[in-house]
Protein backbone atom coordinates (compact mmCIF):
# COMPACT_ATOMS: atom_id res chain seq x y z
CA UNK A 1 0.00 0.00 0.00
CA UNK A 2 0.99 3.23 -1.15
CA UNK A 3 -0.26 5.18 2.03
CA UNK A 4 1.25 2.55 4.23
CA UNK A 5 5.01 3.61 2.29
CA UNK A 6 4.39 7.07 3.32
CA UNK A 7 3.65 6.91 7.21
CA UNK A 8 7.58 6.68 6.86
CA UNK A 9 7.59 10.25 6.55
CA UNK A 10 7.23 12.49 10.00
CA UNK A 11 4.35 14.65 8.49
CA UNK A 12 2.02 11.93 8.49
CA UNK A 13 2.47 10.56 11.42
CA UNK A 14 -1.23 10.13 13.09
CA UNK A 15 -2.82 11.64 9.92
CA UNK A 16 -5.51 10.20 8.31
CA UNK A 17 -5.08 10.57 4.08
CA UNK A 18 -5.85 8.91 1.02
CA UNK A 19 -3.32 8.61 -2.46
CA UNK A 20 -6.09 8.72 -5.13
CA UNK A 21 -3.70 9.96 -8.38
CA UNK A 22 -0.10 9.55 -9.01
CA UNK A 23 1.12 11.28 -12.14
CA UNK A 24 4.48 10.89 -11.82
CA UNK A 25 5.52 8.69 -15.53
CA UNK A 26 6.38 5.72 -13.08
CA UNK A 27 8.91 7.25 -10.74
CA UNK A 28 6.32 7.53 -7.54
CA UNK A 29 7.61 10.81 -6.31
CA UNK A 30 4.52 12.83 -7.19
CA UNK A 31 1.10 12.16 -5.79
CA UNK A 32 -2.34 13.48 -5.32
CA UNK A 33 -3.40 13.06 -1.47
CA UNK A 34 -6.82 14.16 0.47
CA UNK A 35 -6.49 14.98 3.92
CA UNK A 36 -9.27 16.24 5.74
CA UNK A 37 -11.12 17.23 3.06
CA UNK A 38 -8.74 18.96 0.67
CA UNK A 39 -6.80 18.04 -2.02
CA UNK A 40 -3.15 18.48 -2.05
CA UNK A 41 0.20 17.49 -4.26
CA UNK A 42 2.66 15.74 -2.60
CA UNK A 43 6.37 16.00 -4.25
CA UNK A 44 9.19 13.49 -1.71
CA UNK A 45 11.85 13.49 -4.36
CA UNK A 46 14.57 15.80 -2.77
CA UNK A 47 15.73 16.30 -5.84
CA UNK A 48 12.31 17.50 -6.95
CA UNK A 49 12.28 19.29 -4.07
CA UNK A 50 15.63 21.48 -4.27
CA UNK A 51 13.99 24.04 -7.56
CA UNK A 52 11.39 25.25 -4.93
CA UNK A 53 13.65 25.81 -1.87
CA UNK A 54 15.74 27.71 -4.47
CA UNK A 55 12.84 29.47 -5.69
CA UNK A 56 11.59 30.13 -2.28
CA UNK A 57 14.63 31.50 -0.66
CA UNK A 58 14.91 34.17 -3.66
CA UNK A 59 11.22 34.85 -3.74
CA UNK A 60 9.77 34.56 -0.76
CA UNK A 61 6.18 34.91 0.47
CA UNK A 62 5.09 35.61 -3.09
CA UNK A 63 6.05 32.34 -4.32
CA UNK A 64 4.93 30.57 -1.71
CA UNK A 65 1.55 32.23 -2.25
CA UNK A 66 1.05 31.66 -5.87
CA UNK A 67 2.30 28.01 -5.58
CA UNK A 68 0.28 27.48 -2.71
CA UNK A 69 3.08 25.98 -0.82
CA UNK A 70 1.61 24.51 2.39
CA UNK A 71 4.65 22.70 4.26
CA UNK A 72 8.15 21.75 3.85
CA UNK A 73 9.49 19.40 6.08
CA UNK A 74 12.92 20.19 7.97
CA UNK A 75 14.85 17.36 6.56
CA UNK A 76 13.59 18.55 2.82
CA UNK A 77 12.04 15.40 2.05
CA UNK A 78 8.72 16.24 1.54
CA UNK A 79 6.86 19.36 -0.24
CA UNK A 80 2.93 19.59 0.25
CA UNK A 81 1.38 21.83 -2.13
CA UNK A 82 -2.53 23.44 -2.96
CA UNK A 83 -4.36 21.40 -5.84
CA UNK A 84 -7.69 21.92 -6.16
CA UNK A 85 -9.62 22.80 -3.15
CA UNK A 86 -12.06 20.05 -2.03
CA UNK A 87 -11.00 17.33 -4.90
CA UNK A 88 -13.88 18.27 -7.51
CA UNK A 89 -12.12 20.32 -10.02
CA UNK A 90 -11.96 18.26 -13.89
CA UNK A 91 -8.97 18.57 -15.98
CA UNK A 92 -9.89 20.61 -19.35
CA UNK A 93 -9.12 17.55 -21.50
CA UNK A 94 -11.85 15.98 -20.09
CA UNK A 95 -14.85 18.43 -19.96
CA UNK A 96 -13.49 21.61 -22.14
CA UNK A 97 -15.92 20.84 -24.88
CA UNK A 98 -18.89 20.49 -22.83
CA UNK A 99 -18.29 23.79 -21.19
CA UNK A 100 -20.37 27.12 -21.42
CA UNK A 101 -18.87 30.34 -21.17
CA UNK A 102 -18.35 31.49 -17.47
CA UNK A 103 -15.12 33.70 -18.17
CA UNK A 104 -12.89 31.21 -17.32
CA UNK A 105 -10.76 32.64 -19.79
CA UNK A 106 -10.64 35.50 -17.82
CA UNK A 107 -10.20 34.17 -14.39
CA UNK A 108 -6.45 31.97 -16.16
CA UNK A 109 -5.27 35.09 -17.50
CA UNK A 110 -5.97 36.86 -13.91
CA UNK A 111 -3.95 33.61 -12.48
CA UNK A 112 -1.17 34.36 -15.32
CA UNK A 113 -0.94 37.97 -14.83
CA UNK A 114 -0.56 37.36 -11.31
CA UNK A 115 2.64 34.95 -11.98
CA UNK A 116 4.16 37.20 -14.40
CA UNK A 117 3.65 40.37 -11.99
CA UNK A 118 6.75 38.73 -10.19
CA UNK A 119 9.68 39.81 -11.49
CA UNK A 120 13.20 38.82 -10.57
CA UNK A 121 16.23 37.97 -12.48
CA UNK A 122 18.31 35.26 -10.61
CA UNK A 123 19.67 33.33 -13.44
CA UNK A 124 23.74 33.06 -13.68
CA UNK A 125 24.07 31.66 -17.65
CA UNK A 126 27.60 32.33 -17.43
CA UNK A 127 28.07 29.29 -14.40
CA UNK A 128 27.14 27.03 -17.81
CA UNK A 129 28.90 28.42 -20.45
CA UNK A 130 26.36 30.82 -22.04
CA UNK A 131 26.44 34.33 -22.49
CA UNK A 132 22.65 34.99 -22.65
CA UNK A 133 19.12 34.03 -22.58
CA UNK A 134 18.83 33.39 -26.53
CA UNK A 135 22.49 31.45 -26.39
CA UNK A 136 20.73 28.79 -23.94
CA UNK A 137 17.38 28.54 -25.60
CA UNK A 138 19.64 27.71 -28.73
CA UNK A 139 22.23 25.52 -27.13
CA UNK A 140 19.31 23.52 -25.49
CA UNK A 141 17.35 23.31 -29.26
CA UNK A 142 20.35 22.29 -30.48
CA UNK A 143 21.16 19.84 -28.18
CA UNK A 144 17.93 18.45 -28.82
CA UNK A 145 17.99 18.01 -32.82
CA UNK A 146 21.58 16.10 -32.13
CA UNK A 147 20.03 13.47 -30.27
CA UNK A 148 16.98 12.84 -32.45
CA UNK A 149 19.89 12.36 -35.28
CA UNK A 150 21.39 10.55 -32.60
CA UNK A 151 18.37 7.99 -33.01
CA UNK A 152 18.54 7.49 -36.36
CA UNK A 153 15.51 9.39 -36.51
CA UNK A 154 16.53 12.05 -38.77
CA UNK A 155 19.36 11.98 -41.79
CA UNK A 156 22.42 14.23 -41.55
CA UNK A 157 21.39 16.17 -44.46
CA UNK A 158 17.91 16.96 -42.38
CA UNK A 159 19.90 17.79 -39.27
CA UNK A 160 22.34 20.02 -41.05
CA UNK A 161 19.53 21.99 -42.54
CA UNK A 162 17.35 22.17 -38.75
CA UNK A 163 20.43 23.51 -37.38
CA UNK A 164 21.51 25.86 -40.37
CA UNK A 165 17.93 26.88 -39.82
CA UNK A 166 17.57 27.20 -35.83
CA UNK A 167 21.23 29.41 -36.27
CA UNK A 168 20.01 31.24 -38.47
CA UNK A 169 16.11 32.02 -37.13
CA UNK A 170 17.84 33.00 -33.79
CA UNK A 171 19.28 36.31 -35.35
CA UNK A 172 15.66 37.39 -35.37
CA UNK A 173 15.10 36.95 -31.47
CA UNK A 174 14.64 39.65 -28.90
CA UNK A 175 15.97 39.71 -25.61
CA UNK A 176 13.20 40.02 -22.78
CA UNK A 177 12.36 41.24 -19.51
CA UNK A 178 12.19 38.21 -16.99
CA UNK A 179 9.34 37.16 -14.47
CA UNK A 180 8.36 33.91 -12.69
CA UNK A 181 6.68 31.85 -15.17
CA UNK A 182 4.49 28.15 -15.07
CA UNK A 183 5.85 27.31 -17.85
CA UNK A 184 3.69 24.43 -18.98
CA UNK A 185 -0.12 25.75 -19.30
CA UNK A 186 -1.59 22.94 -21.28
CA UNK A 187 -5.32 21.99 -21.09
CA UNK A 188 -3.97 19.07 -18.65
CA UNK A 189 -2.89 21.16 -16.26
CA UNK A 190 -6.21 23.40 -15.99
CA UNK A 191 -8.40 22.46 -13.96
CA UNK A 192 -12.87 23.80 -13.87
CA UNK A 193 -14.33 23.02 -10.27
CA UNK A 194 -17.85 22.94 -11.51
CA UNK A 195 -19.84 23.56 -7.95
CA UNK A 196 -18.42 26.86 -7.93
CA UNK A 197 -17.12 27.65 -11.35
CA UNK A 198 -13.59 28.72 -10.20
CA UNK A 199 -10.50 27.85 -12.17
CA UNK A 200 -7.48 26.78 -10.83
CA UNK A 201 -3.86 26.50 -12.72
CA UNK A 202 -2.60 23.32 -11.14
CA UNK A 203 1.21 21.60 -11.88
CA UNK A 204 4.34 24.20 -11.06
CA UNK A 205 6.86 21.50 -11.26
CA UNK A 206 8.05 23.64 -14.43
CA UNK A 207 8.12 27.00 -12.77
CA UNK A 208 10.83 28.78 -13.33
CA UNK A 209 12.35 32.65 -14.38
CA UNK A 210 11.86 33.13 -17.95
CA UNK A 211 9.95 35.26 -20.50
CA UNK A 212 5.85 35.55 -19.62
CA UNK A 213 5.46 34.95 -23.56
CA UNK A 214 6.83 31.50 -23.05
CA UNK A 215 3.83 30.70 -21.45
CA UNK A 216 1.13 32.54 -23.73
CA UNK A 217 2.85 30.41 -26.64
CA UNK A 218 2.06 27.35 -24.76
CA UNK A 219 -1.81 28.31 -24.58
CA UNK A 220 -1.53 29.77 -28.30
CA UNK A 221 -0.62 26.86 -29.55
CA UNK A 222 -2.73 25.02 -27.67
CA UNK A 223 -5.91 27.18 -29.09
CA UNK A 224 -7.56 24.33 -31.28
CA UNK A 225 -7.41 21.53 -28.51
CA UNK A 226 -9.25 24.12 -25.85
CA UNK A 227 -12.10 25.96 -25.98
CA UNK A 228 -11.31 28.12 -23.09
CA UNK A 229 -7.58 28.85 -24.56
CA UNK A 230 -9.55 29.91 -27.88
CA UNK A 231 -10.85 32.56 -26.29
CA UNK A 232 -8.01 33.75 -24.39
CA UNK A 233 -6.08 34.22 -27.47
CA UNK A 234 -8.90 36.03 -29.16
CA UNK A 235 -9.87 38.24 -26.43
CA UNK A 236 -6.52 39.20 -25.29
CA UNK A 237 -3.67 36.92 -26.98
CA UNK A 238 -4.18 37.32 -30.31
CA UNK A 239 -1.42 40.35 -30.81
CA UNK A 240 1.27 37.64 -29.88
CA UNK A 241 0.40 35.25 -32.76
CA UNK A 242 2.80 36.38 -34.77
CA UNK A 243 5.54 37.12 -32.92
CA UNK A 244 9.21 36.84 -33.46
CA UNK A 245 9.36 35.55 -29.55
CA UNK A 246 6.39 33.10 -29.59
CA UNK A 247 7.57 31.58 -33.15
CA UNK A 248 11.04 31.29 -31.72
CA UNK A 249 9.57 29.50 -28.59
CA UNK A 250 6.87 27.60 -30.15
CA UNK A 251 9.66 26.17 -32.23
CA UNK A 252 11.57 25.42 -28.80
CA UNK A 253 8.24 24.03 -27.41
CA UNK A 254 7.82 21.81 -30.83
CA UNK A 255 11.37 20.33 -30.74
CA UNK A 256 10.73 19.31 -27.18
CA UNK A 257 7.67 17.90 -27.90
CA UNK A 258 9.56 15.72 -31.07
CA UNK A 259 11.83 14.70 -28.41
CA UNK A 260 9.71 13.52 -25.85
CA UNK A 261 7.42 11.74 -28.52
CA UNK A 262 10.93 9.56 -28.89
CA UNK A 263 12.31 9.47 -25.58
CA UNK A 264 8.29 7.77 -24.33
CA UNK A 265 8.61 5.67 -27.82
CA UNK A 266 5.07 7.36 -28.87
CA UNK A 267 5.41 7.22 -32.36
CA UNK A 268 2.46 4.89 -32.53
CA UNK A 269 0.30 7.33 -31.32
CA UNK A 270 1.74 10.32 -32.71
CA UNK A 271 3.21 11.35 -36.28
CA UNK A 272 6.62 12.26 -36.30
CA UNK A 273 7.07 13.08 -39.58
CA UNK A 274 3.80 15.70 -39.15
CA UNK A 275 6.04 17.09 -35.61
CA UNK A 276 9.52 17.54 -37.95
CA UNK A 277 7.13 19.50 -40.73
CA UNK A 278 5.72 21.71 -38.05
CA UNK A 279 8.82 22.35 -37.05
CA UNK A 280 10.33 23.43 -40.51
CA UNK A 281 7.20 25.48 -40.84
CA UNK A 282 7.97 27.31 -37.93
CA UNK A 283 11.84 27.83 -38.36
CA UNK A 284 10.41 29.25 -41.89
CA UNK A 285 8.09 31.51 -40.09
CA UNK A 286 10.59 32.80 -38.06
CA UNK A 287 13.26 33.78 -40.97
CA UNK A 288 10.91 35.04 -42.88
CA UNK A 289 9.43 36.99 -40.51
CA UNK A 290 8.56 40.65 -41.34
Given at each position: ????????????????????????YGRKSKFKIKMKGKCYTLIL??????????????????????IGLKY???????????????GNGIDL???????????????????????????????????NGYKDWKDYYLSEISDKIINIY???LITNDVKKILLEKLEESSKRYIDFQTTLIHADVTPLNVCINKEDNSLYLIDYDDF??????????????CKDMSKIFKLLVD?????????INHLFYTLRVN?????????????????LNKAREDIFYIIDSIINHV
Open positions: MIEEALKKYNFFEGKEFEVFNIQDSEERIKPYIKKLAILGDNFKKILSEDNKVLILDYFGNVKIDSTLENNDYELQLKNILDNIHSIKHEYVDFSINQNKIGDPLMDISRIINKYYYQYENDINWYNHIIEKNQEAIYN
